[in-house]
């Protein structure tokens, strides 16, 4: 799929306070080479609040009422290539997220090991959190039934097809290395997508 005349909407949930100078380099070097390298349709919003569950949801209900296409959501904590975006374009799916190595804590550095944020259904129906070591060994794309939101990019028909509201804080006891099965707001966003 070729990157070119995109219309994309960059929220960012800013609710640790305002985002680091490491985020805001990524984020500008990623908005200027999709808008004027690529010739793309963007904005970016920014989102400040202390509830993460009501920041997605403000972002979300925005972006429905726009012109926009496509939801990128990036927290602010996040470091990454300015092609990221083109990327995940280039897979044509209606989610998708980057496997994240980069949270911020300190320089930016490309090659910081993973986070693992994702899980996959088990034939059980428990959720399975996915290793650093299966992570890091990936060289194609995944499909998991949950990811972390650190980076996800959306496509608008996902959420014209779910109920208000997109995100919520829910305790699930089937995340299987879940000690207390807490989960966040993205886990429940991404099951609710599955529905």
Same mark, same amino acid.
Not at 56 to 80: A, E, H, T
């Given at each position: ?102 949270? #911020?804590? &300190? ?5 910081? *090991?993973? $986070?693992? %944020? ?40 996902? #959420?014209? &097809? ?5 995100? *919520?804080? $829910?305790? %699930? ?23």
């Amino acid at each position: 799929m070729k990157f070119t005349d995109k219309s994309v909407m960059i929220v960012t949930p800013c609710y640790a306070g305002f985002p680091s100078v490491d985020f805001l380099v990524s984020l500008f070097k990623l908005y200027e080479y999709s808008k004027y390298t690529c010739k793309n349709d963007i904005v970016w919003i920014p989102i400040a609040g202390s509830n993460i569950y009501g920041i997605r949801n403000i972002g979300f209900k925005i972006f429905m009422s726009s012109k926009y296409r496509n939801l990128l959501m990036v927290d602010n904590d996040m470091v990454f290539e300015y092609k990221a975006l083109e990327t995940l374009f280039e897979r044509d799916k209606d989610i998708i997220m980057p496997s994240f190595t980069n949270k #911020i804590g &300190g320089l930016p550095d490309m090659n910081k *090991q993973i $986070i693992p %944020m994702a899980t996959q259904k088990l034939p059980n129906g428990h959720l399975r959190q996915l290793t650093k070591e299966e992570i890091e060994s990936l060289d194609a794309p995944v499909k998991v039934t949950t990811n972390g939101f650190g980076m996800v990019l959306l496509k608008k028909r996902v #959420i014209e &097809g779910m109920d208000y509201p997109y995100c *919520q804080g $829910i305790t %699930m006891p089937v995340v299987e290395e879940s000690a207390n099965g807490v989960t966040g707001e993205d886990y429940y966003f991404c099951l609710k997508a599955l529905e």
